[in-house]
């Protein structure tokens, strides 16, 4: 008999539909089995499919409607992810509070958030007792982070002055020095891996004495990156030189946070204090973030849809620990591979270009296909 197909129905924003939804996603999860089928979203969705599984990042009421409706329909699809788990990060202080949520043993490396206070009016803002335990420059960020423009916008104050100007409800978090750099972590289910991108410089006090009120600014990491966060982005943007963290710390991380959050699709922004050198601190938490910037997201995404649909056979829908060993441990999936080289990988399964010299392709246990592999 012929092997079961799994059908995974999306419904996105265009331009997220433009970004993650390319011919290679495509070609890989089909090739194991996996079809991606666009949602009509001018449709009532519980019309459509049937789909073993839902990915979605829209929102509002009458899109939770439809998919309460279409789970009333289809009790066993899986929905990636919830609604109310998803809500969360769409305020920076819930958002945040998730971190106290969990703990890791680490001999070496220690996590927390920056200092940070919420204001949500005007007359607050000019009380000095409010903030007068945060220390200058501060980062003003908008309370909500609900996706649109507004909610990127922030600002870097320097000073009393520089207050002046932000429009609560906002939150006020300490600047941290860090040296310039920020780590995403990319997260898929237990797949989970961690990128470097050119975030704010650091601040000395000399400067600060010197600086102005405020400086705006939006979504900085993601200036000059619609590319894929490889080494040649690394060397263009002078970050070859910065470690990462250790993935083992990063990975308990991420399980720390998905299972607080229930949530499988999101990354988060973590900063290394420079005062601290092994002290980590995050500072955003993203739902469905731009996959396709990360090295080997065809192979990651593959890979997890693949845990979904088949945890699904086993009646484990949903469960954000979906793939975890009967010991308790995590299957690392990715992480335990060395990898290297996986944009061949995928260009040879969509359009048969052979490999190059250092096309190093291991076998797939799965399937046969090449695996993706990845710089060491
Ligand atoms: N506490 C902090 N200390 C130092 N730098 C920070 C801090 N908070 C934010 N930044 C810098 O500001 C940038 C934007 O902040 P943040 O990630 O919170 O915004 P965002 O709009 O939610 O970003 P994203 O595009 O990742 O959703 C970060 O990438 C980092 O460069
Ligand atoms: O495309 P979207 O609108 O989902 O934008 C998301 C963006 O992904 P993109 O690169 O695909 O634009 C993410 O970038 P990376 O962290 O991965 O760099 C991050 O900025 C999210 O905060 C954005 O989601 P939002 O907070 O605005 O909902
Ligand atoms: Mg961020
Ligand atoms: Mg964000």
């Known amino acids: 008999m012929a092997d079961r197909r799994y059908s995974i129905g999306y419904a996105l924003r265009p ?3 433009h970004s993650f939804i390319q011919d290679s996603l495509l070609a890989l999860a089909s090739s194991r089995g996996i079809d991606l089928v666009k949602i009509d979203q001018d449709r009532p969705l519980s019309d459509q499919g049937p789909f073993d599984c839902i990915l979605h990042k829209l929102y509002g009421e009458d899109w939770r409607r439809q998919l309460k409706d279409f789970c009333a329909r289809y009790p066993n699809a899986v929905i990636l992810d919830a609604p109310d788990a998803i809500e969360r990060l769409h305020n920076r202080i819930s958002m945040l509070q998730v971190v106290s949520e969990f703990k890791i043993e680490s001999p070496t490396e220690s996590f927390g958030i920056p200092n940070q ?3 949500y009016d005007k007359e607050t803002l000019f009380d000095e007792q409010a903030w007068a335990t945060l220390k200058f420059p ?3 960020k908008p309370l909500v982070a609900d996706g649109s423009a507004k909610s990127h916008k922030m600002a870097l104050v320097f000073n009393h002055e520089g207050l002046n100007k932000q ?3 906002i939150v006020l978090q300490e600047f941290v020095n860090h040296g310039g750099v920020i780590f995403k972590v990319y997260v898929a289910g237990v797949h989970v891996k961690c990128v470097k991108r050119k975030s704010l410089p650091d601040v000395s006090e000399e400067k600060l004495g010197s600086l102005q009120g405020s400086l705006s600014f939006s979504q ?6 619609n590319e894929k966060n490889d080494d040649r982005y690394y060397k263009r943007m002078h970050l070859e030189d910065t470690e990462m963290p250790p993935q083992s710390f990063v990975t308990d991380i991420a399980r720390g946070l998905r299972q607080a959050m229930k949530l499988n699709l999101f990354n988060f922004d973590v900063i290394r204090d420079s005062r601290v050198g092994n002290r980590y601190l995050i500072i955003d938490i993203n739902y469905f973030p731009g996959y396709a910037k990360m090295p080997c997201y065809e192979t990651v995404l593959t890979d997890f849809f693949f845990d979904i649909v088949h945890s699904s056979d ?5 469960r954000p620990n979906f793939s975890e060993n009967e010991d308790g441990s995590e299957k690392r999936g990715l992480n335990v591979r060395p990898v290297h080289s996986c944009d061949q990988e995928v260009r040879k399964l969509v359009s048969n270009i052979p490999d190059g010299e250092d096309g190093a392709l ?8 090449p695996q993706c592999i990845e710089n060491p």
């Open 220 to 225: 900085i990491s993601n200036l000059a990156t």
């Open 362 to 369: 291991a076998l797939s246990p799965h399937s046969g296909l």
């Open 138 to 140: 501060v980062i003003a």
């Open 314 to 318: 086993k009646e484990e829908k949903g």
């Open 167 to 169: 429009k609560p409800p």
């Open 117 to 119: 206070i919420v204001i």
């Open 15 to 17: 331009k997220k539909q």
